[in-house]
């Protein structure tokens, strides 16, 4: 089946500008053309290192250096490491030419800086001049300039083994309320009801928490208004917050924080946690065959009057300003943007990602369906705290929020710290 991203509502329709604003409120500003037309393969620095994405990625940069004319060097770095080196990476004298990234505001802060490639030409072409409004908006810079490649989105909700919740006897929650109850019923039967994977070098995934349930209490639009700091983090508001997830903290492991996501789905997967809070990359750790057996609720309501939106991510590439190999970098981000190449990574990978291109096909499983239907049925679509922030904020929500985790008495000093360190990245 042909699919194209979501149309329903405020998403990608060219008329919901509040929709969209999750999208496009941290759009990038100032990049350069390039014009850099030096030999070799273009330099392709990638953080998907887990072994799925890797070989499947592997695999579509084969297809393209089969294809004759330019090619391509692909080199994997360990996704923590891309994503503290990356500033390094762009500023460097002699920076790899292609980079797996975000675009929205996520690419705002390396754009101001003048370290993004100018890709308006490549947008005029056959395949990414059919691609949506609101993804031509996402991947522009305020003055309408295309810096990046989308080709793939996903979805973030607690995923859980459909065989383990038959056995346990329970079914997925609507209200804040029956999931609190699923959480006691779980406890009861002596499993640890959430599992996290804030531990090691993924503290990040700590934000999901904090995005969902503000976005559930205050509204998307306060989340979108509070990350970009018109709204503070020591606010009544974010206090709210809080005092929800304090319902939910017992219920969390006791190794939250000291597994990462990785080790943290094993735990899901081998029965030891009945749930977890996290984006359909987790699927690449699960063992071939495993995913028939893989189901999802999306995060409960709070408030049936605040709108229900849903974290939806867009992944794919963005070129270094600075590249000597920019004619050749253009011709392999317009094989990426293909139905050709997301097809191909998709059959490579755990699938579960949806492809950006109109045509192109996604995997068709029944969790892949059922994730289009969660996104096209969103009021609104949030993308993720970084994301809809900057790379350089993230590091103040990952200290805030895994000091709250360990030290919950103590959040009304973590919140006035968190706003201090935030305003010194607003302020630059």
Not at 300 to 310: H, K, L, R, S
Request: with cysteine; proline share 6%; hydrophobic share 35%.
């Amino acid at each position: 089946m042909a699919t194209s991203l979501p149309s329903r509502r405020r998403f990608l329709t060219g008329a919901g500008a509040a929709g969209l604003s999750a999208m496009l409120s941290g759009c990038v500003t100032s990049v350069r053309s390039g014009g850099g037309t030096a030999g070799g393969a273009v330099t392709l620095q990638s953080n998907l290192s887990s072994p799925q994405a890797k070989s499947a990625l592997q695999t579509v940069v084969d297809a393209f250096n089969s294809r004759g004319g330019s090619r391509v060097s692909l080199n994997t770095i360990a996704s923590e490491t891309f994503r503290t080196q990356l500033p390094t990476y762009l500023t460097s004298a002699n920076p790899p030419d292609l980079y797996t990234w975000y675009p929205g505001s996520v690419a705002d802060a390396y754009a101001k800086r003048d370290l993004l490639l100018d890709l308006d030409d490549l947008w005029k072409g056959p395949d990414l001049s059919r691609y949506s409004a609101a993804l031509k908006r996402l991947c522009s810079t305020r003055s309408g300039t295309k810096v990046f490649v989308p080709t793939t989105y996903y979805w973030w909700a607690f995923f859980y083994r459909k065989s383990q919740f038959e056995k346990w006897g329970v079914s997925p929650p609507e209200t804040w309320d029956e999931f609190l109850d699923l959480c006691d019923k779980l406890k009861g039967k002596k499993v640890e009801p959430i599992g996290m994977g804030a531990g090691g070098n993924t503290a990040w995934i700590s934000s999901s928490w904090f995005d969902y349930l503000n976005i559930r209490i205050n509204g998307p639009q306060y989340h979108r208004d509070l990350l970009a700091g018109r709204h503070r983090f020591d606010d009544p508001e974010v206090r709210r917050v809080f005092d929800r997830w304090d319902e939910a903290r017992p219920f969390l492991d006791s190794k939250s924080t000291a597994l990462p996501f990785q080790d943290a789905t094993t735990e899901l997967l081998q029965g030891r946690t009945g749930m977890m809070l996290i984006g359909t990359f987790f699927a690449d750790a699960v063992p071939k065959g495993g995913l028939d057996d893989i189901d999802f609720f999306r995060f409960p309501a709070i408030d049936p009057e605040v709108p229900m939106a849903e974290e939806a991510p867009t992944d794919g590439y963005f070129a270094s300003a600075r590249s000597r190999r920019t004619r050749q970098t253009k011709e392999l981000l317009g094989y990426l943007a293909t139905a050709e190449a997301q097809e191909l990574y998709l059959k490579g990978s755990s699938g579960t990602a949806l492809p950006t291109h109109p045509d192109a096909k996604d995997s068709g499983t029944a969790l892949v369906k059922k994730g289009r239907a969660l996104i096209e049925g969103a009021d609104e679509v949030t993308q993720f705290f970084n994301r809809d922030s900057s790379d350089e904020l993230a590091p103040t929500a990952d200290t805030a929020l895994i000091r709250y985790l360990a030290e919950p008495e103590k959040i009304g000093s973590i919140l006035t710290t968190w706003q201090r360190d935030a305003e010194k990245i607003w302020g630059k």
